[in-house]
């Protein structure tokens, strides 16, 4: 299996600030990885596929990127309603998730 | 729109098998794979298998000895079981829309979960 690292684990940040979450694969996915968000009590929602594309209705905000075994999640410009858990999730292989990041204001 | 929703019992007996069912609205099962994916209380997610479009199954190797997945098209529900079941099961289940990506797939819907405890 492939295993996913994400980081950090938490993470607070300020209104307007920008936020990086990372994730590191145990070998090279290929631009295999999707993030996803989740709100407490909700399902995930997808944010971005194939590492950079932002899904139908993501706002512009949100942006990934990375190659190989290192990807990232940027969020320019947070939000209140951003405050939530990240996943990213590799399908290189059979599908394996980050740890999750948990997202507070500060 | 497409839609996904898990039903099940909210509580399991340990030792005792688990059945939920996901009925599925705003796409066809012979189009689209659906995959189950569990989250224990404040965890991470786990991928546990799919069912493809045409009805064949991948799943978790580390589940794969307690699971099966099945279909009912004419009603557009998916099925899941897994036998044996003991506390560390205990967990929200959810289903999930793949949508296939390279050689593998991502989950582009999701439904509400279902809760479901493990406990004499």
Known sequence: DIQMTQ????????LGETVTIECRASEDIYNGLAWYQQK?????????????????????????????TQYSLKINSLQSEDVASYFCQQYYDYPTFGGGTKLELK | QVQLKESGPGLVQPSETLSLTCTVSGFSLTSYGVNWVRQPPGKGLEWMGTIWNDGSTDYNSALKSRLSISRDTSKSQVFLKMNSLQTEDTAIYLCARERPAGSGWYFDFWGPGTMVTVSS
């Open chain 1, 7 to 14: 980081s950090p684990a938490s993470l607070s940040a300020s």
């Open chain 1, 40 to 68: 407490p009590g909700k399902s995930p929602q997808l944010l971005i596929y194939n590492a950079n594309s932002l899904h139908t209705g993501v706002p512009s905000r949100f942006s990934g990127s990375g190659s190989g």
